[in-house]
């Protein structure tokens, strides 16, 4: 059974949401509801911490797409957080945008404190 779980949290001015499972074409409805409700309520910098994402298919990547898409035409920003890959599996989200060609779309960071307190920048893939 395909399982997602989102957590938000606000720091500063950015709203944090912290997804663990799989993002699917069964689970992927529900990111793109929270980020639309989050801008619907004005909350224009967003970040996405995908670090337990332990699965992600192309539905996944497209709600990604989308969000970035929707706070870049409200003047938002959109950052994601995603592990370097590691032995132990981690890093999947990051090997499947690198493998499609979008990982450069976004503004990546290691961890919530980096993605909420810094300058936009990107880790090069």
Do not use: K, N
Not at 83 to 107: K, T
Request: net charge negative; with cysteine; hydrophobic share 40%.
């Amino acid at each position: 059974m395909t399982t997602i779980e989102v957590d938000e949290d606000e720091h500063g001015s950015w709203t944090v949401f912290s997804v663990r499972g799989e993002l699917d074409l069964v689970t992927s409805p529900r990111i793109r509801r929270r980020v639309h409700d989050a801008v619907a309520g004005g909350r224009h910098d967003l970040v996405i911490d995908l670090s337990a994402v332990r699965f992600c298919d192309s539905s996944g990547v497209g709600v990604l797409i989308a969000s970035r898409r929707l706070l870049r035409s409200c003047g938002g920003r959109l950052r994601l957080i995603l592990p370097e890959q590691r032995a132990d599996g981690d890093g999947h989200v990051g090997r499947v945008l690198s493998a499609l060609g979008v990982h450069r779309l976004f503004d990546v960071y290691e961890d919530v404190p980096e993605a909420t307190f810094t300058e936009p920048g990107r880790i090069a893939p």
